[in-house]
C-alpha cells in the first residue's frame, strides 16, 4: 500500500507549508508529527476509559478484543476531527495516520489492533467523512465499498448519544502525574509537557463527559514492562467499586522512539 504512505505524507508536508508558522527546520517538523500522533493515542486510551467508565462497553460480551480496540480509535477520531480551516489540526490527525504507516505489522505478535495499516486508512476515512466537500481530495483513497460520511455520523451520534453529558454539571476531576523520568527519558518528559496533550485531553473529557470514579492520566518511564507504550487500566480497584481507579499511562519510551525516528520512512515516499 505504498500509495497510502504518500498520500499521507505528501498531505503532512503539503499541510506544514500551508500552516501559518515560521520556517522551522527538520526538528520543528518532527516534533510536530510526533505531537499528532502521541495525541491520538492518548486519546483513544481515554476512548477506553470512556467506555469502561460510562457505557460498560470493555466488557460487552458480544465484542472481541479487536473490536475494543477499532471503537476507541474511531473514539479518538471523533474528539480530534480537525476543522477544514484548522492546519495544526488538519496536521496532527495527518502525522497519526503517519505514524502508523511506520509502524512494521509484520514484527507484532498476538497484537489485538487491526494491522498498522488498516488504522491509518480508518483515519483517512473518517477524515473525509467528517466533512466530504472540504476533505474531497481524501475521496479516491478510502476503501471501496466504505460509506465514510455514515460511518463518521454513526460514531459521532453514539458518542453524543451515549457518553456525552449535557447536565451542565460537572464530574470527578482527572489527576495528572508526571512521574520522574529513567534511563535518559528525560527529554521525552519535557517534549511530552510543552506539548500540552495530556492538560488538553484533561480538559476535553472533563469539559464534554461526566466521570464518576477517580481517574488519572499519568507519565512515566516503562521500561520492563512487556509494551512501553501508552495502555489503560481499569484494575486498580477499591474497596467498593465507587473507589475504583481508572488509569491512562503514557511511557516516555514511546516518545522517546518517535522522536529519534521521526519523519524517516514518509520523507523516502514522499520522493
Known amino acids: 500500500m505504498r500509495y497510502l504512505r504518500w498520500l499521507v505524507s505528501a498531505a503532512f508536508f503539503s499541510a506544514m507549508v500551508s500552516a501559518p508558522v515560521q520556517a522551522q527546520g527538520q526538528d520543528a517538523e518532527t516534533e510536530a508529527f510526533v505531537r499528532g500522533f502521541v495525541r491520538f493515542l492518548a486519546y483513544h486510551e ?25 471503537y476507541a480509535d474511531r473514539f479518538a477520531m471523533i474528539l480530534l476531527a480537525p476543522d477544514a480551516d484548522d492546519p495544526d489540526g488538519v496536521d496532527e490527525i495527518i502525522s497519526a495516520a503517519g505514524g502508523w504507516l511506520q509502524v512494521d505489522s509484520s514484527i507484532v505478535r498476538n497484537e489485538p489492533h487491526a494491522p498498522a495499516e488498516v488504522r491509518a486508512l480508518e483515519i483517512i476515512c473518517l477524515l473525509y467523512g467528517s466533512n466530504p466537500s ?55 518528559q519535557r517534549f511530552l509537557q510543552d506539548s500540552g496533550i495530556v492538560e488538553d485531553l484533561k480538559s476535553d473529557i472533563e469539559f464534554d463527559f461526566y466521570l464518576t470514579h477517580r481517574t488519572t492520566i499519568q507519565a512515566m518511564s516503562c521500561t520492563g514492562r512487556a509494551k512501553p507504550d501508552t495502555f489503560y487500566s481499569d484494575r486498580v480497584r477499591g474497596a467498593t467499586p465507587e473507589q475504583d481507579h481508572f488509569v491512562i499511562t503514557l511511557c516516555y519510551e514511546m516518545i522517546d522512539a518517535r522522536l529519534k525516528y521521526g519523519l524517516r520512512g514518509l520523507e523516502d515516499d514522499a520522493q
Open 134 to 188: 472540504a476533505f474531497s481530495g481524501f475521496a479516491e483513497y478510502v476503501p471501496e465499498g466504505r460509506d465514510c460520511p455514515a460511518d463518521y455520523k454513526l460514531i459521532e451520534t453514539d458518542i453524543e448519544e451515549v457518553f456525552r453529558d449535557y447536565s451542565g454539571e460537572t464530574g470527578r476531576e482527572i489527576d495528572i502525574v508526571y512521574a520522574a523520568p529513567t534511563g535518559g527519558m528525560e527529554a521525552a
Open 46 to 70: 481515554a476512548g477506553h476509559m470512556l467506555m469502561g467508565q460510562i457505557a460498560d462497553l470493555n466488557s460487552r460480551p458480544d465484542w472481541t478484543a479487536t473490536d475494543r480496540e477499532d
